[in-house]
Antibody, heavy 119, light 107 residues
């Protein structure tokens, strides 16, 4: 059974950098894609980007291209989401989720990481 | 692709039938439409993919139907644990998009 465990909640100031993680366990995970999904009260669920753990092939939503960086370490089955300079509008719950394809549905989700950006 | 879910809130009693709608602004390629359930403080949970295929372990009271631009999630008889928010997602076109959700609450 595949499980995804995300890093803990973060409180940051505007302009700071941040990298959150999503560690997977279970058989066959290396041949899966891991997506990042943002959830806010105002905009709901938004697909940000996705990475193939085996070779780090990455795709981004146009809305998030250039705003965040998705990366992965296949040796530890871990995906990452990084911000170079946080804004207050980045305050949200962030989920990672497993997909079998870069266009696919999400059958396994992490527990979520709450990111709060406030001065 | 913009997905519009209706109604915004559905007030029903346990044992009743729930019918949730998801309408797409353009045709969803290959009927790649999924439904998720989310309870407070939890991540979304996959219920249905490819419009009508139930995910592993999902009770058969949940069923999905539809094609093209109009899709429906039906819960045949509401159980107490089914009161939650439900989202549709299209994954046939990039970027994938989600609907704004339908809350099923206890009447």
């Amino acid at each position: 059974e595949v499980q995804l465990v995300q890093s803990g909640a973060e409180v940051k100031k505007p302009g700071e950098s941040l990298k959150i993680s999503c560690k997977g366990s279970g058989n066959g995970l290396t041949t899966n894609w891991i997506a990042w999904v943002r959830q806010t009260p105002g905009k709901g669920l938004e697909w940000m980007g996705i990475i193939y753990l085996a070779d780090s092939d990455t795709r981004y939503s146009p809305s998030f291209q250039g705003q965040v960086t998705v990366s992965a370490d296949k040796s530890s089955n871990t995906a990452y989401l990084k911000w170079g300079s946080l804004k207050a509008s980045d305050t949200a719950m962030y989920y990672c989720a497993r997909s079998f394809n870069f266009w696919g549905f999400f059958d396994v989700w992490g527990q979520g990481t709450l990111v709060t950006v406030s001065s | 692709i913009v997905l519009t879910q209706s109604p915004g809130t559905l007030s029903l009693s346990p044992g009743e039938r729930a019918t949730l709608s998801c309408r797409a602004g353009q045709s969803v390629s290959s009927d790649y439409l999924a439904w998720y359930q989310q309870k407070p403080g939890q991540a979304p949970r996959l219920l249905v993919h490819a419009a009508s295929s139930r995910a592993t372990g999902i009770p058969d009271r949940f069923s999905g139907s539809g094609s093209g631009t109009d899709f429906t999630l039906t819960i045949s008889r509401l159980e107490p644990e089914d009161f939650a928010v439900y989202y549709c997602q299209q994954y046939g076109s990039s970027p994938q998009t989600f609907g704004q959700g339908t809350k099923v609450e206890v009447k």
